[in-house]
């Protein structure tokens, strides 16, 4: 069950190895990501997709209902319960998935799946899209910043990085066999 309260088993057993995968670390990121500008009810939209995948997310591998989330992986309770017939099980869709209300103190009565984690991703990078803001940000890898393309100039300057990593893309594809 969740506490409020820090846990170190829950950063230890649920987060450390998910975040320890590029994709689903930037996963979570996109989703900080998508927030920066957005207008309130998009952050809370925002947080509770983040709720229902990163800490409670489910999917499907090889058929079989799998757990991902933090807060099911560092439970072993709620990790039995999540895959047996007792909790609801919808389809992940940020639209719809970030307007359900969750209670934090007990076991979830519903939960969300997704055919795969990068379906999962997929979806919240379109959904993060539809999010009405001024602006639009990105990660810089390099400077480890996030940087908010609001100008010509920056605009250039990211097109200029895409292209060299797409020259370096080009290159590597030539010389495999």
Not at 144 to 159: G, I, N
Request: hydrophobic share 35%; glycine share 6%; proline share 7%.
């Amino acid at each position: 069950m969740y506490t409020p309260e820090p846990d170190i088993c829950h950063e230890l057993i649920g987060h450390v190895p998910l975040f320890a995968d590029p994709a689903f670390a930037q996963f979570s990121q996109e989703i900080g990501l998508a927030s920066l500008g957005s207008p309130d009810e998009y952050v809370e939209k925002l947080a509770t997709c983040y709720w229902f995948t990163v800490e409670f997310g489910l999917c499907r591998q090889n058929k079989e209902l799998k757990a991902y989330g933090a807060g099911l992986l560092s439970s072993f309770g709620e990790l039995q319960y999540c895959v047996s017939d007792k909790p609801k099980v919808l389809p992940f869709e940020p639209s719809k998935t970030g307007e359900q209300k969750y209670p934090i103190t007990e076991y979830q009565p519903i939960y969300f799946e997704s055919d795969s984690f990068e379906q999962a991703m997929e979806q919240m990078k379109s959904f993060a899209a539809s999010i009405p803001r001024p602006f639009t940000v990105y990660y810089n890898p390099y400077t480890q910043t996030v940087e908010v393309l609001d100008k010509k100039h920056k605009l250039k300057d990211l097109a200029t990085n895409i292209k060299g990593e797409l020259i370096t893309l080009i290159d590597a594809i030539s010389k495999v066999k």
